[in-house]
């Protein structure tokens, strides 16, 4: 009889209450969630920071790349043109 009274009880609750309830079975949550994420050790903070400077050479290196291709490309247009028009 007591769950059919907390049942009842809970089906009253208004949206702000049920929300209420939400925001703070989630918190402990959140919490441990954020305390687990930090990386404590000098060798993991080295290990991000080299994932991270290994992804912005790479994003470069695309980067340069594509250049590079871009101009071989309009190098072989303009030499193509000037063989068109003197030959």
Not at 46 to 63: F, W
């Amino acid at each position: 009889m007591d769950n059919k009274q907390q049942d009842e009880q809970q089906a009253r609750m208004s949206r702000s209450q049920y929300r209420q309830q939400q925001r703070q079975t989630e918190q402990p949550n959140e919490a441990a969630e954020n305390t687990t994420d930090r990386p404590y050790s000098r060798k993991a903070v080295a290990s991000q920071r080299h994932d991270e400077t290994v992804a912005e050479k790479t994003a470069r290196l695309k980067r340069r790349l594509n250049i590079a291709i871009i101009a071989l490309i309009v190098a072989i247009i303009i030499v193509y043109l000037i063989l068109f028009y003197v030959g």
